[in-house]
């Protein structure tokens, strides 16, 4: 869920900047130069993926996948998804440049503390690491719909039920990247273990 | 046809030619000075100069206009919700449903800057191509690093997005229906993973490529930015329009 340009007020939108740079320059610390390729292919290969629709009854939902993404990436997830935005804003005009702050907290944020929060989980064995992986797809876009919600609120208090109907438009995206989070996990640990690495170091 | 497409960056009107720093600096600017306003002579004033941005673009209107739509579709959900709870004076009643004239108000006015802030984005970033804006912000001493991510990232989408309609064409062949089941995404997972391994792989082999040809951390660009007469002068009337609408808000201060 993308906030549009000129909805938020000034002190979210400054905010929201504030946040973005400060977790982009910790991420841009981690990334060593030579990783750069692999992380912009992998960055490459969400933006495709989100345009993947999924049928859920009438509708097709497109998958955000920033539950994964920081499974993979950790901290690095944040300037990865901040260049997303970014393409996304200048190709299809989606989001903005001035809401770029804040759409990056909202999606980047729940990455990293999945990243950390699930990582214990996932490492171990069988079952435990299965309900790590759906808790983490969940978990991610939930929190994404918490601070989307937190965002507008605090703009202003009409945006009250907008917040919540746009929390509740996350309940069944969050069961989606759930299931679709714990196969792509179950996935990596047969076919290509190693690209798990990030939540073993 | 491929959704990943910059349909607005090749022209040859002025706004194309202008060097991309100064549209860059310039499309900021003005897009926080809107998003920040809260009168309508500011909202107003800022769309007619993005509309003349748009004219100096020369962008066919019908693009431009499909594009306008899709932004407008979270903007077209406000308006079911904020004019009926919006606190203000009544104007229309049905049922237990009240509409507000503050509330037509405000959510007119979030239309107007957000059609503003994008329409100037179209006439003024989108009429670049996505690498020389990387240059370019480079060029504006953004870190390296993340220019580095952003031309490598826009680099293999194309790449990445052919790989996966080939994917997609190797499930329909295999008679792939999606439907709202277990099996649908239990596929469309493994679709989305065996993109990211084939990613990994690719990274990889790029990676080797570049080491073979002596990268070490720099991309050199044979092209070079000019600040021309042209862009001093685009410089000059922006920053006095921009000053013209911040005086527009601080006189009309106050919401609404």
């Known amino acids: 869920m993308h906030i549009s340009e000129g909805v938020l007020s000034p002190a979210v939108l400054g905010g929201g900047a504030g946040l973005a740079v400060m977790g982009t320059a910790i991420g841009l610390k981690k990334l060593d130069y030579e990783a750069i390729p692999r992380v912009a292919i992998l960055s490459a290969a969400f933006f495709v ?43 299809f005009q989606f989001g903005g440049l001035t809401v770029l702050g804040v759409n990056t907290v909202v999606m980047a944020a729940p990455a990293v503390f999945c990243f950390y929060a699930y990582r214990g989980l996932l490492r171990r064995p069988g079952t435990a690491a299965a309900v790590g992986a759906f808790a983490c797809g969940a ?48 996935f990596f640990q047969k076919v290509r273990p190693e690209m798990l690495e990030g939540i073993y170091a | 046809m491929s959704p990943i497409q910059e349909p607005f960056a090749d022209g040859v009107s002025l706004a194309h030619r202008l060097d991309p720093r100064g549209k860059i600096v310039v499309a900021g600017l003005f897009a926080v000075s809107v998003a920040v306003a809260q009168t309508y002579a500011t909202a107003l004033a800022g769309l007619a100069l993005a509309l003349v941005c748009l004219a100096l673009a020369r962008l066919p209107l019908k ?58 984005l179209i006439a003024l970033i989108a009429t670049a191509p996505v690498n020389t804006l990387g240059q370019a912000l480079q060029r504006l001493r953004l870190p390296d690093k993340l220019c580095h991510l ?107």
């Open chain 2, 63 to 120: 693009k431009v206009g499909a594009r306008l739509l899709v932004v407008n579709a979270f903007i077209f959900f406000l308006w079911f919700i904020l004019p009926l709870t919006y606190p203000g004076d009544a104007v229309w009643q049905f049922g237990p449903f009240t509409v507000s004239r503050q509330g037509l108000l405000y959510t007119g006015l979030i239309t107007l800057k957000s059609n503003t802030i994008v329409i100037a």
């Open chain 1, 49 to 91: 993926a989100s345009l993947i629709h999924v049928p859920v009854g009438p509708v097709g939902l497109h998958l955000v996948l920033n539950g994964l993404m920081g499974l993979l990436l950790g901290w690095v997830a944040v300037p990865a998804i901040l260049i997303a935005l970014f393409l996304q804003a200048l190709l």
């Open chain 2, 150 to 256: 952003l031309l490598f990232t826009y680099r293999y989408l194309h790449v990445l997005e052919l790989e996966f309609q080939r994917l997609v064409q190797a499930l329909k062949i295999r008679g792939f229906h999606p439907g709202t089941n277990l099996h649908t995404y239990r596929t469309y997972a493994y679709l989305a993973a065996m993109l990211l391994v084939h990613s990994c792989d690719r990274a990889d082999s790029v990676y080797r490529a570049m080491l073979c040809r002596g990268f070490h951390g720099k991309f050199y660009s044979l092209r070079i930015f000019s600040w021309q007469p042209r862009d001093r002068v685009f410089g000059a009337v922006s920053l006095l329009a921009l000053a013209a609408l911040l005086y527009l808000e601080w006189r009309g201060a106050g919401p609404l």
């Open chain 1, 139 to 186: 978990t991610a876009i939930l929190l994404s719909g918490l601070l989307v919600a937190v965002a507008l609120i605090t703009t202003g208090q009409s945006f009250l039920e907008v917040a919540e109907l746009v929390l509740l438009a996350h309940i069944p995206i969050m069961i989606i990247e759930g299931i679709i989070t714990l196969f792509i996990f179950l």
